[in-house]
Nanobody
Framework: QVELVESGGGLVQAGGSLRLSCVAA????????MGWYRQTPGKQRELVAW???????DYADSVKGRFSISRDNAKNTVYLQMNNLKPEDTSVYYC????????WGQGTQVTVSS
């Protein structure tokens, strides 16, 4: 059973933008804080942004001021708008609850070229 489906990744030049989307199963999305995570090979998965059901947000220092998380509770969807992308943002991006409650999806690859 697929519980989280991420999309929207791609290849972009430094300074560019991407918008990621994640559709979650209803039981995952409802009333839970949702987060966007990323993981590069050899590194631990890190939480880069999260949003409560009511819309309160917070960000990792590395993305603050460049990334924006939002959610559509009617569509069980969480978004990550990524602006002014840097090569160090290259990673596979995943969504999940925060803290993690669900199985991980396949993620979406973001590659930023210099």
């Amino acid at each position: 059973q697929v519980e989280l489906v991420e999309s929207g990744g791609g290849l972009v030049q430094a300074g560019g933008s991407l918008r990621l989307s994640c559709v979650a199963a209803k039981w995952i999305f409802k009333n839970n804080r949702m987060g966007w995570y990323r993981q590069t090979p050899g590194k631990q998965r890190e939480l880069v942004a999260w949003i409560t059901h009511s819309g309160f947000t917070d960000y990792a220092d590395s993305v603050k001021g460049r990334f924006s998380i939002s959610r559509d509770n009617a569509k069980n969807t969480v978004y990550l708008q990524m602006n002014n992308l840097k090569p160090e943002d290259t990673s596979v991006y995943y969504c999940n609850t925060s803290p993690v409650l669900a199985s991980w999806g396949q993620g979406t690859q973001v590659t930023v070229s210099s």
